[in-house]
T-cell receptor
Framework: GAVVSQHPSWVICKSGTSVKIECRSL??????MFWYRQFPKQSLMLMAT?????????EQGVEKDKFLINHASLTLSTLTVTSAHPEDSSFYIC???????????????FGDGTRLSIL | AQKITQTQPGMFVQEKEAVTLDCTYD???????LFWYKQPSSGEMIFLIY??????QNATEGRYSLNFQKARKSANLVISASQLGDSAMYFC????????????FGTGTSLTVIP
């Protein structure tokens, strides 16, 4: 079963709206979660690393004020796309690594992603 | 330099045949992990197989095997007895164990299985 839950799966909203996407680790505590953006037929682009209890680390070129990340608990990280515009339309996907067990062979577990469409 | 390189944007394979998806990587970290993920059109990322840099044997998981050639820095995915449901995007990824939890992904290979 899924170990990382992402909600919502689909969002369609008007330009100027802020949209919040939730990412939950279901049976482990994740001090670190990752947020990716993916354009059609392209690879995952890391947007930011979400750190529980501290500020997120954003990748170069990602607007911090546009993409607000909050990691308020060990099982929940949220990505808020503020004042969304059509160019923000994309597939957003989160991931987390189970810290239990051997570190090196732990895969990243992904949520099912959120398809965001801004009209 | 790219951490992960996948040189095959698209591949076709006949049903029931085997197919190899290429992946090369670049790291100076002595300890690292290599991963393959499958992404069907629905979008979810499905973990397939893992190979550690110190593993002596090639990893296998059912119909998936990883052809790990450390000296060449390659970690090709072999899918045996292809099925129609194998049609998807496949991503190779790497984590460098001493530089954090971040995964580096390749550009992906789109596999189409032909009946």
């Amino acid at each position: 079963g899924a170990v990382v839950s992402q909600h919502p799966s689909w969002v369609i909203c008007k330009s100027g709206t802020s949209v919040k996407i939730e990412c939950r680790s279901l049976d482990f505590q994740a001090t670190t979660m990752f947020w990716y953006r993916q354009f059609p037929k392209q690879s995952l682009m890391l947007m930011a690393t979400s750190n529980e209890g501290s500020k997120a680390t954003y990748e170069q070129g990602v607007e911090k004020d546009k993409f607000l990340i909050n990691h308020a608990s060990l099982t929940l990280s949220t990505l808020t796309v503020t004042s969304a515009h059509p160019e923000d339309s994309s597939f957003y996907i989160c991931s987390a690594t189970d810290p239990r067990g051997s570190y090196s062979n732990q895969p990243q577990h992904f949520g099912d992603g959120t398809r965001l469409s801004i009209l | 330099a790219q951490k992960i390189t996948q040189t095959q944007p698209g591949m076709f394979v006949q049903e029931k045949e085997a197919v190899t998806l290429d992946c090369t990587y670049d790291t100076s970290d002595p300890s690292y992990g290599l991963f393959w993920y499958k992404q069907p059109s629905s979008g979810e990322m499905i973990f397939l197989i893992y190979q550690g840099s110190y593993d002596q044997q090639n990893a296998t998981e059912g119909r998936y095997s990883l052809n790990f050639q450390k000296a060449r820095k390659s970690a090709n995915l072999v899918i045996s007895a292809s099925q129609l449901g194998d049609s998807a995007m496949y991503f190779c990824a790497m984590r460098e164990d001493f530089t954090g939890n971040q995964f580096y992904f390749g550009t992906g290979t789109s596999l189409t299985v032909i009946p």
